[in-house]
């Protein structure tokens, strides 16, 4: 199993980022993919995730702010991200798992791509 994620960068309050995770080796259409970040000293923290039939569920903190949304064909999550704030900085990381509850429940996936950071100045 193989995710990458894409589309991290520097962007200021306000502003907008789309983030992608490509996975391979998985089927991906049964799979449930989410979106997980870690601040600087801080523990990694659920975001976002969708399910093999697209239920969709999000953190409070970036509910109404950030979509995310799945594509079968290619194989990609994405995390469009809007209203950026400060506190939006981390490192993003998507998981993968047959499985929705760990995923959906904080406790991550059974794979990991390596993080695209994300940094949302004032």
């Known amino acids: 199993v193989q995710l990458v994620e894409s589309g991290g960068g520097s962007v200021q309050a306000g502003g907008s980022l789309r983030l992608s995770c490509e996975a391979s080796?998985?089927?991906?259409?049964?799979?449930?993919l989410g979106w997980y970040r870690q601040a600087p000293g801080e523990q990694r923290e659920f975001v976002a995730a969708?399910?093999?039939?697209?239920?969709?569920h999000y953190a409070d903190s970036v509910r109404g702010r950030f979509t995310i949304s799945r594509d079968n064909v290619k194989d990609t999550v994405y995390l469009q991200m809007n209203s950026l704030k400060p506190e939006d900085t981390a490192v993003y990381y998507c998981?993968?798992?047959?499985?929705?509850?760990?995923?959906?429940?904080?406790?991550?996936?059974?794979?990991w791509g390596q993080g695209t950071p994300v940094t949302v100045s004032s």
């Open positions: 998981p993968a798992d047959r499985s929705p509850w760990g995923i959906v429940g904080g406790r991550g996936g059974s794979s």
């Open positions: 080796g998985i089927f991906f259409s049964v799979y449930t």
């Open positions: 969708i399910t093999n039939d697209d239920l969709v």
